[in-house]
């Protein structure tokens, strides 16, 4: 059974830190682009960073980039989302995603939206106060 559960959310104030976790059951012997998204109240949900892995470059979107990092441990097939310099605008519910379609790859997973997303994660909160 293919299941992501996220972990890591909390609160923190501006300028902080915090490292969410994906624990991933997927199946070994197939590839598959792994995502961050995150929701506001009100607000659509916006894709933050993918990885696929496969291999090839991570997407990190222009909101985060340089304070947020994505990576992954394969021998724990866990899913990382190191986030610093914290801002209030970076408050959200935080989504672990992933899919190994036939039409995924290195460049498909490249900023895929997140309607192209089949598997998700129940979500971590993330709360950063001023």
């Given at each position: ?17 915090l490292m969410l976790s994906c624990a991933a059951s997927l199946y070994t012997y197939r590839s598959y682009c792994m995502g ?95």
């Amino acid at each position: 059974q293919v299941q992501l559960v996220e972990s890591g959310g909390g609160s923190v104030q501006a300028g902080g830190s915090l490292m969410l976790s994906c624990a991933a059951s997927l199946y070994t012997y197939r590839s598959y682009c792994m995502g961050w998204f995150r929701q506001a109240p009100g607000k659509g949900r916006e894709g933050v960073a993918s990885i696929y892995t496969g291999g090839g470059p991570v997407y990190v979107a222009d909101s985060v980039k340089g304070r947020f990092t994505i990576s992954q441990d394969n021998a724990k097939n866990t899913l990382y989302l190191k986030m610093n310099s914290l801002k209030p605008e970076d408050s959200a519910m935080y989504y672990c995603a992933a899919d190994d379609g036939p039409r995924v790859n290195g460049f498909w997973c490249q900023g895929a939206p997140a309607a192209d997303f089949g598997i998700w994660g129940q979500g971590t909160q993330v709360t950063v106060s001023s």
